[in-house]
């Protein structure tokens, strides 16, 4: 019964680094053979995959946002973030983080989810 909780600022200023942090309660980011990932939704658009680390601590990124994203974890607390540098208005979404059995690209084979939080990129 794992559990997946979003935080971080909600607003960040054009420019500037997203960063926000996933706790995870109910299975280790480190030892459970799964993979942890960070799914954000534009309004009026889907779901669409940013980026994953394994429990072994690889990481894969959107080719288009590969550049300016970094997905790291904290092991001794259960938790992995993401780093969106250099953001845009394009990046306003709703952001989640979630796990799944494989490390992929498609949402559909993500399982658990983060309720999301809301992260609005203006000035």
């Known amino acids: 019964q794992v559990q997946l909780q979003e935080s971080g600022p909600g607003l960040v200023k054009p420019s500037q680094t997203l960063f926000l942090t996933c706790t995870v309660s109910g299975g280790s980011i480190a030892v459970n053979p799964y993979y942890w990932a960070w799914v954000r939704q534009p309004p009026g658009k889907a779901r669409e995959w940013v980026g994953h680390?394994?429990?072994?601590?690889?990481?894969n990124y959107r080719p288009s946002l590969k550049s300016r994203t970094s997905i790291s974890r904290d092991t001794a607390k259960n938790q992995f973030s993401l780093q969106l540098s250099s953001v845009t208005p394009e990046d306003t979404a709703v952001y989640y983080c979630?796990?799944?059995?494989?490390?992929?690209?498609?949402?559909?084979?993500?399982?658990?989810w983060g309720p999301g939080i809301q992260v609005t990129v203006s000035s």
């Open positions: 979630t796990r799944g059995n494989f490390g992929t690209s498609d949402v559909h084979l993500y399982d658990d």
């Open positions: 680390i394994g429990y072994a601590g690889n990481t």
